[in-house]
């Protein structure tokens, strides 16, 4: 047993020797080369992040709402990581540029660095959803901001093959695509060779797409629609719904007579007249003659949903021979029987309604939610109508307003030496605007004009509106800030011309 210790103590003493002289080897050889190393020119170490090379940075888009743009991206040459240095994403923040006539998809925010060279937008769109613009038509706007000036990019390229739209950003700010035949219509451009036959009623509409349609396209006839547009004569609930889809839709002004009376009783149901500042605008005028007939049971319970009422939102509303029992429209905000909004003509004759209405206490009311701009007319019509649970007897919000809130002391008007109707000022403009001089006759309001800059009604305005040897009204109204509503602040004058 003790040999073989010895032994194997010799053992460990010869390979510990070995490999001292493996490592003295070594250390003489790493010497050497160490020394050749630092006789030579050093060579100079460049990081990949200091290396100008392509990059591209992209923003998917999958918006429900707007399907029209699949992707954007931005390609350019620089040195580190291309999306500290650019951008490119949605923009969906101004409601204004999201209502640009034409508009096809977001607008979208593009922002470059100076050391960023050669930058490219590439523009992907979803040509089945383009609604029956052709992909011709497609062009792109640059948008100052500030000043909500549009100016076209001129040099675009389009590949249909791809469906993508690419431009070179010699600016920084927000760009947009429009169908150019739209936005040109509507500024009276010459672009016919861009006209198209558009048939709104082959597609989703935004309005099918971003509300809750209750029971209507269930019901709707696109075929009877299409036959009988503008003027409908109704009979049952089906034709009825498909005048609610035409009005939500197509719009413009429609004439709706009542052949019959109807029962919605088995029916969700839900506005004529949409309008909806993140997409398409349907402007709508609408005349609605029930000739004698009854609608039963309407219901609308939309409890997230603004502007609710047989009409939503509308331009002009003319309502007479029509008779409602059993009406029950709730929503959110702007809610009324007749209306959520209407800041034109409101004519209501022969009317007899009884039913609740449900929504925000400032902006419901029996008729019309919020009812701006020109008075509410309401003739030979009988009204039993609750509003949040109680009898309610102003026609609109704006009319509730304006009775609670109303300040006469605020400005003061006179005849002056001249014969000239004049005003004050008014002294508090921090919690006022749009002060209006208010014009009427035998009690109806027959003019409303702008007076923030006039401090006497010219003379002119006269001559043109007004008959000689007639006895008008004159008072003043503005828009409070606290109230957030249109109060009367002036005296009444009686004025003799």
Not at 360 to 365: G, K, L, P, V
Not at 450 to 468: Q, R, S
């Amino acid at each position: 047993m003790k040999v073989k210790i010895i032994k194997t103590g010799c053992l460990l003493v010869l390979m510990m020797s070995l490999l001292t002289g493996c490592q003295q080897n070594s250390h003489e050889q790493q010497s050497g080369i160490t020394k050749s190393m630092t006789q030579s020119k050093p060579i100079e170490q460049v990081k990949v992040e200091d290396l100008e090379r392509p990059q591209v940075i992209q923003s998917v888009l999958d918006d429900e709402e707007k399907p029209q743009l699949s992707c954007l991206q931005l390609s350019g040459v620089c040195s580190g990581r291309l999306g500290q240095k650019a951008s490119i994403r949605p923009y969906a923040n101004n409601v204004y540029f999201n209502a640009t006539v034409g508009l096809i998809g977001t607008p979208f925010e593009v922002t470059v660095g100076n050391d960023v060279k050669e930058p490219l937008v590439t523009v992907t769109y979803r040509a089945e959803e383009l609604r029956g613009v052709p992909e011709k038509n497609i062009k792109v706007f640059h948008v100052y901001e500030k000043s909500q000036i549009y100016s076209s990019v001129e040099d675009i390229t389009m590949d249909t093959g791809t469906h993508t739209v690419s431009f070179v950003p010699k600016e920084n700010g927000l760009y947009l695509l429009v169908d150019i035949y739209a936005y040109g219509s509507a500024r009276g451009w010459a672009v016919s060779e861009y006209a198209y036959e558009s048939d709104k009623t082959s597609y989703e509409s935004d309005w099918e797409r971003m509300s809750d349609t209750g029971d209507i396209m269930k019901l709707t006839d696109k075929e009877w629609v299409r036959a009988n547009a503008p003027e409908f004569h109704v009979s049952t609930a089906e034709q009825l719904a498909s005048v609610v889809y035409y009005s939500n839709v197509i719009g413009g002004s429609l004439h709706i007579y009542l052949e019959d009376d109807i029962d919605l009783k088995e029916y969700s149901w839900v506005p004529m007249g949409w309008y909806n500042i993140n997409g398409e605008t349907v402007s709508t005028i609408i005349h609605f003659d029930g000739q004698g007939h009854t609608i039963d049971n309407m219901t609308m319970n939309l409890p997230k949903q603004a502007e609710v009422g047989l009409t939503g939102n509308v331009v002009g509303l003319t309502v007479e021979n029509l008779t409602m029992r059993n009406a029950s429209v709730s929503g959110l905000r702007d809610v009324g029987m007749l209306g959520g909004q209407c800041n034109g003509t409101k004519i209501f004759t022969n009317l007899t309604i009884s039913g609740r209405v449900q929504g925000d206490r400032e902006s419901t009311a029996a008729l019309v939610g919020w009812g701006g701009g020109t008075e509410c007319v309401c003739e030979n019509c009988e009204l039993d109508i609750t509003v949040n649970g109680q009898k309610e007897s102003y026609l609109t919000a704006n009319e509730k307003t304006r009775q609670l809130f109303s300040d006469d002391s605020l400005i003061t008007l006179s005849i002056n030496e001249q014969g000239q109707v004049q005003r004050t000022e008014l002294s508090d403009t921090g919690n006022y605007k749009n002060l209006s001089w208010v014009i009427r006759k035998d009690g109806k309001q027959l003019l409303r004009r702008g007076a923030d800059h006039e401090l006497t009604i010219p003379a002119w305005v006269w001559e043109k509106n007004f008959e000689k040897g007639k006895t008008y009204t004159i008072s003043m109204e503005v828009y409070s800030s606290s109230v957030h509503g249109y109060i009367d602040c002036s005296n009444t004058l009686t004025f003799n011309l």
